[in-house]
């Protein structure tokens, strides 16, 4: 068979270190609890800007994983279409310059 190739391996690694970026994203975690007895100014502000960031972080975790397994069927679908045309140019002489025909 022609060998027309897609990475699928590429995209493998590239949809893995997405996963494993979402996966670090999602064991950070954002304090159970708050300091309520306090007087510290800019405590309520500090208390909403974690909370703010959790769901944030839980976003951007959620498009990551999203993006990862999106690259990865991309590059399955690439894949396929690349055994098609290969088996498609199978029996065609590849000319080498000019005037060769």
Avoid: C
């Avoid at 769901?55 to 399955?76: F, K, Y």
């Avoid at 098609?84 to 080498?96: A, Q, Y």
């Amino acid at each position: 068979m022609s060998s027309v190739d897609s990475s699928l391996t590429v995209a493998g690694v590239a949809s893995q270190k997405f996963s494993q970026a979402a996966s670090t994203l999602n064991s950070i975690s954002v304090p159970a609890t708050s300091v309520s007895r306090t007087n510290v100014s800019g405590q309520r502000n500090a208390q909403s800007t974690m909370q703010r960031m959790g769901v944030v972080g839980s976003q951007l975790s959620n498009a990551m994983t999203r993006d990862g397994n999106n690259i990865h069927s991309v590059a399955e679908e690439f894949a396929a279409i690349d055994q098609k045309l290969g088996k498609g140019f199978d029996g065609i002489t590849v000319l080498s310059g000019p005037g060769n025909f």
